[in-house]
C-alpha cells in the first residue's frame, strides 16, 4: 500500500519556551519560498535587512515545490507569472505559454541561484507555532519549527500562498485503501505508474481537469478512470502554444514596460474586463462575434477580458454560460456523459465558482474507458480496502485514487499555524467568526506580523505575482520609514480593521458570486463562515489604497 496525503509528522519538542536561545536571532523572517518568500529576502536583503526564509519543503518554488501531479501547470499566461527583478527576467526564457511544474521547478532552482537565496534560507522547516514577545531581552516574534528549531525577529512576514492547508472530505476510510491514494497537493516526485490500471478522480476543479486529461492518456486501452464529479467545470480553452525563439526576443524587449503593465489591469493580467461595455451594446449577431472571439483567443479571456456586467447582470451571465455550453456539449459524444460535464442549463452562476482552463479533457471521455459519475446524486459514502462505496450501495474497486477535493483557500494556511498576537490570542480564535485585517496585510493584535497573497488582499483575483510584487514593495517601504524614524513596533487599529471588513463586503454586494458556495468565499469548506475572502476591487484600486495609507502617515496604524 502507497499513500501520502501530506499529513504532519510528529514534532520534536526541543524547544519549550519562546525564551529560549534561537538557532537565528534576525531582523526578518519570511515563512515559505515562493514567489513571496524569494522576492521578499531578494528586497529586504539589499535594503540592509537581516532576512532569513523558512521553507518546509526541500527546495524553493512554493506550491509549486510540492504540485507533481500528473499534468500540473499554471493558467496564468506566459510572461505574466514570474517575477519582475530583471536578473532573473533577462536571463530566464520560457518555452511554452503555460508552463508546467517541471519548468516552473526549474525557474525556482533558477531564481535560488540566480539571486543567490539559499545562503539565507532553512529548508526543511515547517513553521508550527509564532508567539508575540516583549521582556527585557527581547521584543518581537519567537518563531518555532516542527523539528525545534527557533527564530527570534523582530518582523514576522508570511508568503505560504493562497493553497497551504489541503482539505480532506469527511469520509469514513480514508486510511483503509488497499492501493496507491495520494492528494494531488502532496503528490510523489517520482510519479505514479496508472498503465492498465483501474483509477479514480476526486473532485473536478482546476486540478482534477489536469490530472484526468493526463491519466486518461496514461492508463491505455486496457486501465479505466472514473472522474468523481460534484459540480461541472466550466472550463475555457487554453490554447496552449510553444515560444518561438523570435517571439521570445519580442518580449524581452519589453519585459519591464509588460512587469509594470500588469499592475494597471484588474487581475494583473495584461488585460481586464471591457470597461463601459456592456452585453446590452451589441445585437445578438455582434454578441455571437465578441463570444467566439474571446473564445478562440483562449484563456482567461472568455470571461475576464468581456463584458463588465458579466458578473452584476443575470441576463449577460446566462449569455457567456449558454454560449459556453453549446461550445462544450459539441465535443462530448456520449448524451449522458454530455449532460453531467456540461449541462444546457447552469447549476450555479457562470464563474461563480473559478473556472479552468484545459486542453483536452472535454475529449477524453469520448475514450469508452473514462467515466463521470455524479456526486450529487450519487454522494461518496466511504473508502472501503477495495476503493470507493457511494449511496447507492456500489462498491466502486479501483487501484489508484487521486484526492483532487483543494484546499482551506486564502486563510486556512494561516490559521493552521499556531500564531499568538500581544492579547495572547490565536490568529485562528480571532478570525473563527469571520477575517478582520487591514488593508490584506496585517492584523490588530498581531504587531509586527504581515502577510502576502491572502485574506482580504486581492488573492483570489489575481494573478500571483501581480499581486506579490507590489504587497512585498509597500511593506519594505512601511519597514524602511521605521528604521529612518527610531520605531519598532507597528500595529494595526481595530477600527481600520472594521473599515476595510466593511469596504471588502461592498465590493462583492453586486457580484453574482455572492450567489454560489465557492473557494471564493470559504463556502467549499464545511463550518468555515462564508464570507469574501479576497478584495474584488481590482489590483489598480487595491494599489491606489494601500499607497495612500502611506501617503497619509500610515493612517489606521499604531506605530511606537
Known sequence: MQRNLGRSSTSINRVDSPYSEPDLDIDVLCIGAGFAGCYLLHTLRKAGFRTKIVEAGSDFGGVWHWNSYPGARVDSQWPIYALGIPEVYEN??????????????????????????????EFGKKVVSAEWVVDGSMKGWSVKCEDGFLIHCKFLIAGIG???????????????????MHHSSFWPQ????????????????????????????????????????RT????????????????????????????KVRLTHEAGFLYSSREGLKMSDHSVEEREEFFEELWETGGFRYFSNSYSDLLIDQETNDAAYDFWARKTRSRIHDPRKRDLLAPMSPLHVFC??????????????????????DLRTNPIEDIVPEGIRTADGTVHEFDVIALATGFDSVSGGLKDIDIH???????????????FTNLGLTTSSFPNFFFLYGPQGPTAHSNGPSCVEPQADWILSVLQDMREQGKTIIDAEPEAELEWKRLVLEQSENSLRRKVLSSYNGGNIPGKVVEPLSYA????????????????????????
Open 232 to 259: 461541472p467545470n466550466t472550463c475555457c480553452p487554453m490554447r496552449q502554444k510553444k515560444i518561438s525563439k523570435k517571439e521570445d526576443e519580442e518580449m524581452k524587449a519589453r519585459l519591464a514596460e509588460v512587469f
Open 162 to 180: 493562497f493553497a497551504a492547508k489541503r482539505y480532506f472530505p469527511p469520509w469514513p476510510g480514508l486510511d483503509s485503501f488497499r492501493g496507491v
Open 92 to 121: 530566464w526564457t520560457w518555452s511554452e505559454h503555460y508552463p508546467g511544474h517541471e519548468e516552473l521547478k526549474r525557474y525556482f532552482q533558477f531564481v535560488g541561484e540566480k539571486l543567490d537565496l539559499k545562503k539565507d534560507t
Open 190 to 229: 517520482e510519479g505514479v505508474d496508472v498503465r492498465g490500471k483501474r483509477v479514480a478522480v476526486i473532485g473536478t476543479g482546476a486540478t482534477g481537469v489536469q490530472i484526468i486529461q493526463e491519466w486518461a492518456g496514461e492508463i491505455g486501452e486496457t486501465g479505466s478512470l472514473m472522474a468523481f464529479q
Open 537 to 560: 476591487g481590482g489590483l489598480p484600486d487595491y494599489l491606489r489604497r494601500i499607497g495612500e495609507v502611506r501617503e497619509q502617515g500610515m493612517k489606521g496604524y499604531r506605530i511606537s
Open 421 to 435: 498576537g500581544s492579547k495572547g490570542e490565536l490568529l485562528r480564535d480571532k478570525w473563527e467568526n469571520g477575517i
Open 352 to 373: 461563480g465558482k473559478r473556472p479552468s482552463l484545459e486542453q483536452t479533457y472535454y475529449e477524453e471521455f469520448n475514450k469508452p474507458n473514462v467515466d463521470v459519475l
